[in-house]
């Protein structure tokens, strides 16, 4: 038999109805034998109803005491979930983040686990009792629990598995595994059956929300394998097991997947503003002056391009950043002026980064020039590239999203049969 850790999203426990369709998912896995962790989110919408009741009571307030509020909606559906377990026979008890314990960083807000003590987890799960543990928590070095930004109970999971060597980590969403691209947008996207760790942290990192990007670090740092599926499947219709692998997507070591495609995915971002400093001198310490006011103010930098004039005295800096970003970034370049001395500043928003990610392309050539020549015939233009070992992504008009992800995934050959 198995260890198994189970996460369920607000959506999956959004009414008690829904949390009833969780317990019978729990309980097929229990009864089949296999030891069972389950950790839960906050039913949907009722973080977002909590931050806003603090938000309400102080519009500057202690940190603590937002993780003391906030920190309740898991609590309160873990209990729940416990509950109904319960009334239908399996022996179950909710956990907080303090009880395992999870030990986190004093960050509290967005707080980062140190550690996850399993032993007494471990021994309840040997005596076949169901843990119903409450994510998105932990307790701080000051004893006090600590959230960890939005998102965190995927964290919780994927590190609540390492801890305690489970099998799998299954993450039970409202969608049934990892696509090729957003279906929404290319209706002939394919439900993927595997994905390497690597691809799927730069999906993730590019604007695929399957799952959050933190969570897919910890699970390729400890090789938790974990697997992506739907929670509204029906219970009675999905076979119980380790073994077997029902519809989802199972997120692996690259040496798990036999058939390495050189294409994987589509990813795409909306919402990127690009900024341009024209004739910067080209002298060493020049992108330290420009690069480190932005970092110091935690506006991320992405797509950046260089174009050194013909002499070499003068560079044109152009680089991407999230477009309500883009106001505060000018505003900093503009302070730091003096230091940078470009001679001007010019910005365009309404832009999308587009990627194409596969492993394959560690030993394929010729990847990117089918993108550059598929897009030209279709008349959009590329304003900035950029490239890393699996995946290489490209700046285009916002309008020609749609356009761009259709025709990528159709050249690449990722369409449904």
């Known amino acids: 038999m198995a260890r198994l850790v189970m996460k369920f999203g607000g959506t999956s426990v959004a009414d008690i109805e829904r949390i009833r369709n969780v317990a019978r998912h729990v309980k097929r896995e229990a009864e089949a034998g296999h030891e069972v962790a389950v950790v839960v989110s906050a039913m949907a919408g009722k973080t977002d109803e909590l931050v806003g009741w603090t938000r309400e009571a102080s519009p500057l307030h202690d940190a603590r005491e937002y993780d003391t509020v906030v920190a309740a909606g898991e609590q309160i559906t873990a209990g729940l979930l416990s509950i109904v377990l319960?009334?239908?026979?399996?022996?179950?008890?909710?956990?907080?983040?303090?009880?395992?314990?999870?030990?986190?960083?004093n960050a509290h807000g967005a707080?980062?686990?140190?550690?996850?003590d399993g032993t007494?987890?471990?021994?309840?799960?040997?005596?076949?009792?169901v843990a119903v543990i409450a994510g998105f928590q932990g307790i701080g070095p000051d004893n006090r629990i600590a959230t960890l930004g939005r998102g965190g109970s995927d964290t919780s999971a994927v590190a609540i598995a390492a801890a305690l060597e489970a099998d799998r980590c299954d993450i039970y969403t409202d969608v049934?595994?990892?696509?090729?691209t957003d279906p929404r947008m290319e209706p002939r996207a394919r439900r993927l059956d595997k994905i390497s760790f690597e691809e799927m942290l730069e999906m993730a990192s590019l604007g695929a929300k399957i799952l959050q990007v933190?969570?897919?670090?910890?699970?390729?740092?400890?090789?938790?394998?974990?697997?992506?599926?739907?929670s509204f499947e029906d219970p009675d219709n999905v076979q119980a097991g380790h073994g077997?692998?029902?519809?989802?997507?199972?997120?692996?070591?690259?040496?798990?997947?036999v058939e390495k495609p050189v294409v994987t995915g589509i990813a795409y971002s909306k919402d990127e503003a690009q900024i341009s400093l024209r004739r910067v001198p080209d002298k060493p310490g020049i992108s330290a002056a420009i690069f480190g006011p932005l970092a110091d103010n935690h506006i991320n930098v992405d797509m950046i391009v260089q174009s050194v004039s013909e002499d070499g005295s003068k560079t044109d800096m152009t680089f991407t950043v999230a477009e309500p970003d883009a106001a505060k970034a000018i505003k900093i370049l503009e302070?730091?002026?003096?230091?940078i001395s470009y001679q001007l500043i010019q910005t365009d928003s309404g832009l999308t980064k587009v990627s194409v990610i596969g492993i394959g392309m560690r030993s394929h050539a010729g990847v990117a020039s089918t993108a550059f020549a598929a897009l030209s015939e279709k008349g959009i233009n590329i304003r900035a590239i950029t490239t890393s070992e699996i995946k290489f992504s490209l700046l285009i008009d916002a309008d020609y999203t749609e356009l761009a992800v259709r025709t990528l995934h159709s050249v690449y050959n990722l369409n449904r049969e």
């Open 335 to 339: 302070n730091n002026q003096d230091a």
């Open 244 to 257: 077997n692998q029902p519809a989802g997507t199972l997120i692996c070591d690259e040496e798990e997947i």
């Open 111 to 116: 707080a980062r686990i140190e550690d996850i």
């Open 176 to 180: 049934d595994g990892v696509y090729t």
């Open 214 to 230: 933190r969570s897919v670090e910890l699970a390729m740092v400890h090789g938790v394998r974990t697997f992506v599926r739907s």
């Open 120 to 129: 007494l987890l471990r021994e309840r799960l040997a005596m076949e009792q």
């Open 86 to 105: 319960q009334n239908m026979g399996v022996d179950a008890r909710s956990w907080q983040g303090w009880q395992i314990p999870i030990r986190t960083n």
